[in-house]
């Protein structure tokens, strides 16, 4: 199936600084690349639509001043948490699907996040 | 909106038992339902896709069906492995989203 590849797979940052996490597609082209964050015992929740050359769609009570989101090219979209605190301490996956209809979602290996 | 419920939360059971994974969702206007597996600390692994338009998809041991009219999926593992240890999560696609279950913890003991 298709590869997305998500780096750096652990980070640890202090309060206050940035973290950017990268979503590579690596064997086809992702016009549409997906955030999820994921806490313990709880379904994966949507944060935001990563739109190739265009602004991310957020959903409802995503900070979009907090988690940044470029989609720059075809095969990479990026998720910045910006000035992080320990409540954002999580598990982030970037997903994509290798076409517009019916097809499969693939999923990067996730970002474990710990903001001490 | 869209729910997706799996239960039970979690499942522990001996080595060669075959199983039974249920999925529901409330909305049977989608595109596709998708089981995934995902490991302690580490991504989804898709398993199966399902189209609207399909009853079942099976791959090795791994059988999946779709009920859409009633809203429910099963993912069938036969001869469960200690190696199938791990949460199932089902999703399904309405329009671009992906709407998730919470999943399914499933431990098979040697």
């Known amino acids: 199936g298709a590869v997305v590849s998500q780096h750096p797979s652990r980070v640890i940052c202090k309060s206050g600084t940035s973290v950017k996490i990268e979503c590579r597609s690596l064997?086809?082209?992702?016009?549409?690349m997906f955030w999820y964050r994921q806490f313990p015992k709880k379904s994966l929740m949507l944060m935001a639509t990563s739109n190739e050359g265009s602004k991310a769609t957020y959903e409802q009570g995503v900070e979009k001043d907090k988690f940044l989101i470029n989609h720059a090219s075809l095969t990479l979209s990026t998720l910045t948490v910006t000035s992080a605190h320990p409540e954002d301490s999580s598990f982030y996956i970037c997903?994509?699907?290798?076409?517009?209809?019916?097809?499969?979602?693939?999923f990067g290996q996730g970002t474990r996040l710990t903001v001490v | 909106k869209q729910e997706v419920t799996q239960i039970p939360a979690a499942l522990s059971v001996p080595e060669g038992e075959n199983l039974v994974l249920n999925c529901s969702f409330t909305?049977?206007?989608?595109?596709?339902l998708q089981w995934f597996r995902q490991d302690p600390g580490k991504g989804l692994t898709s398993l199966l896709l399902?189209?609207?338009?399909?009853r079942e998809q099976t791959s090795g041991r791994l059988n999946a069906s779709l009920d859409k009219s009633s809203g429910r999926s099963t993912l069938y593992i036969a001869a469960s492995q200690p190696g199938d240890s791990a949460t199932y999560l089902c999703a399904v696609r309405g329009s671009e989203k992906l709407v998730f279950g919470k999943g399914m913890k499933l431990t098979v003991n040697p």
């Open positions: 064997d086809f082209q992702a016009t549409t």
């Open positions: 399902i189209q609207s338009s399909q």
């Open positions: 997903s994509a699907f290798q076409d517009r209809r019916n097809t499969e979602a693939f």
């Open positions: 909305d049977s206007a989608i595109y596709n």
